[in-house]
């Protein structure tokens, strides 16, 4: 049994639904008053030709000694009722020193508009129940409780179709080449008017686009624009300019069809 369950083990005498949660092979049941927070949970879209999947993405809070540790989970959806339980972490055999958080990531998949009964149990033990609500623009999960979780978001905007977003980092020597980069991506692209909320690889406000996951050392500049052009067009347009600038100009960019300039 992992350890990280028996932690949660405050015996301290409440019963939660009026028994007693029995944990598996510890021994003797204990009663379960409060839970601190283990996983944290993140809504994000994934993108593929003509598709788009809603995903979870798990992370357990401490820090394991492996950075290849991963969460072992189950899903399951029986029509409007949606389940994740948490089973426990797994360590590979070829364990990559260093601290970092076990992962996983949960594809919930392409559902339908309208709401769903979302549960989220940890081993089948600690259980919250909550409502996953999905709009033609937006995700939006309620939970009842939150035993043991973190929400990262609890709305996630849905990207518009053709849309490209990344960023170009530079060098202080590269600079002019960056913005001569950035105005050849924004002439073959347009505008995009984007509502204010958390697009799960950006957020938005009326006045700034934030990206996410940019290491915190690069100077760069953000690009979330419309894109219908070709694909090819524009990759071969990028590798020209990291053919002749190397590292020193670092380009990354994917678009809703799922591509990775």
């Given at each position: 049994?992992?350890?990280?369950?028996?932690?949660?083990?405050?015996?301290?005498?409440?019963?939660?639904?009026?028994s007693a949660c029995e944990i598996g092979k510890v021994g003797d049941p204990i009663l379960i008053a409060d839970v601190e927070e283990e996983f944290t949970v993140?809504?994000?879209?994934k993108f593929s030709p003509g598709k788009r999947e809603l995903i979870l993405k798990l992370a357990t809070v401490k820090q394991q000694d492996c950075s290849n540790y991963q969460i072992r989970y189950q899903w399951l959806q029986r029509l409007k009722q949606l389940q994740l339980s948490i089973r426990d972490l797994v360590r590979t055999s070829d364990c990559q020193p260093g601290p970092a958080p076990a992962l996983a990531t949960v594809i919930a998949g392409n559902l339908s508009a309208g709401d769903y009964e979302l549960t989220i149990d940890l081993q089948q033990t600690v259980v919250n129940e909550g409502i996953l609500t999905i709009t033609p623009e937006l995700y939006r999960i309620k939970m009842n409780t939150e035993y043991g979780l973190s929400f990262l978001n609890r709305e996630l905007r849905q990207i518009p179709n053709e849309t490209i977003w990344g960023y170009i980092a530079y060098s202080p020597a590269k600079l002019n080449a960056a913005r001569e980069l950035r105005e050849a991506l924004q002439k073959q692209t347009q505008g995009l008017a984007l509502r204010s909320g958390d697009y799960g690889y950006f957020s938005a406000s009326a006045s700034n686009i934030s990206l996410k996951g940019v290491p915190g050392n690069l100077t760069y500049f953000p690009l979330v624009r419309r894109f219908t052009g070709q694909g090819d067009e524009l990759a071969a347009l990028i590798g020209n300019f990291r053919d002749i600038h190397g590292a020193e100009l670092q380009v990354v960019m994917q678009d809703t069809n799922g591509r990775i300039y």
């Amino acid at each position: 049994m992992m350890k990280w369950i028996t932690r949660w083990g405050l015996v301290i005498g409440v019963i939660l639904a009026g028994s007693a949660c029995e944990i598996g092979k510890v021994g003797d049941p204990i009663l379960i008053a409060d839970v601190e927070e283990e996983f944290t949970v993140e809504l994000q879209e994934k993108f593929s030709p003509g598709k788009r999947e809603l995903i979870l993405k798990l992370a357990t809070v401490k820090q394991q000694d492996c950075s290849n540790y991963q969460i072992r989970y189950q899903w399951l959806q029986r029509l409007k009722q949606l389940q994740l339980s948490i089973r426990d972490l797994v360590r590979t055999s070829d364990c990559q020193p260093g601290p970092a958080p076990a992962l996983a990531t949960v594809i919930a998949g392409n559902l339908s508009a309208g709401d769903y009964e979302l549960t989220i149990d940890l081993q089948q033990t600690v259980v919250n129940e909550g409502i996953l609500t999905i709009t033609p623009e937006l995700y939006r999960i309620k939970m009842n409780t939150e035993y043991g979780l973190s929400f990262l978001n609890r709305e996630l905007r849905q990207i518009p179709n053709e849309t490209i977003w990344g960023y170009i980092a530079y060098s202080p020597a590269k600079l002019n080449a960056a913005r001569e980069l950035r105005e050849a991506l924004q002439k073959q692209t347009q505008g995009l008017a984007l509502r204010s909320g958390d697009y799960g690889y950006f957020s938005a406000s009326a006045s700034n686009i934030s990206l996410k996951g940019v290491p915190g050392n690069l100077t760069y500049f953000p690009l979330v624009r419309r894109f219908t052009g070709q694909g090819d067009e524009l990759a071969a347009l990028i590798g020209n300019f990291r053919d002749i600038h190397g590292a020193e100009l670092q380009v990354v960019m994917q678009d809703t069809n799922g591509r990775i300039y």
